[in-house]
Each structure stands twice: as C-alpha cells, then as structure tokens.
C-alpha cells in the first residue's frame, strides 16, 4: 500500500491550495477516505472524511464551509480543496484509508 501526498506549501491567508492523495496497492473504490493533520506542537485532528461510494462527507467544525473533500476512483486519488485559509490551518496534512493506511504527510504553511 502507498498513499503519497502532494500540493502542500506556502500561502497567505484567504488564500487556496489543492491536496492530492495518490493511493496504490489496494483497491481503493472499496474504502474511505480521510485526511488528517497535525498542527505544531498539538495532536493529528480530523479534518474530512468521504465515504467509499463518494455519497457522504464529514468535516471538521473548523473547516465547515471552507474545505472540500473529493475523490476520483479512476486516478485512485482523493483531494481536499482548501478555500479561504487562516493561519491556524497551518499543520502537517496527511491522508488516512479506512483501513488504516497512512500518508507521509505534506506540510501546509498559512502566513503573511
């Protein structure tokens, strides 16, 4: 199993980024699907989820309004477009299989 994350990087609040999730090595149609992240110095907090069939979502109270979660079974991969950042967004972002497979993690970094 592999899950590598891309789209991390540097930008100012109110501003947008994309985060890919590349899945390999199982059958990714079968499950869900998360992402996560760690602030510094705080613990790993859920951010979204999506169900296998890409009919429900979840997000986080902190997030709500702002970030989309998506995926496409033909690429294997799952995005979560963020919208309207804000300093506190700035975390490690790391993507989650509901089998409990884990990402390395792609850092996302919100200030002016």
């Known amino acids: 199993v592999q899950l590598v994350e891309s789209g991390g990087g540097w930008v100012q609040p109110g501003g947008s980024l994309r985060l890919s999730c590349a899945a390999s090595g199982f059958s990714f149609s079968r499950y869900g699907m998360s992402w996560y992240r760690q602030p510094p110095g705080k613990e790993r907090e859920l951010v979204a989820f999506?169900?296998?069939?890409?009919?429900?979502?979840k997000y986080a109270d902190s997030v709500k309004g702002r970030f989309t979660i998506s995926r496409d079974d033909v690429r294997n991969t799952v995005y979560l477009q963020m919208n309207s950042l804000k300093p506190e967004d700035t975390a490690v972002y790391y993507c989650m299989t509901s089998r409990g497979d884990w990402g390395q993690g792609t850092q996302v970094t919100v200030s002016s």
């Open positions: 999506i169900r296998s069939d890409g009919r429900s979502t």
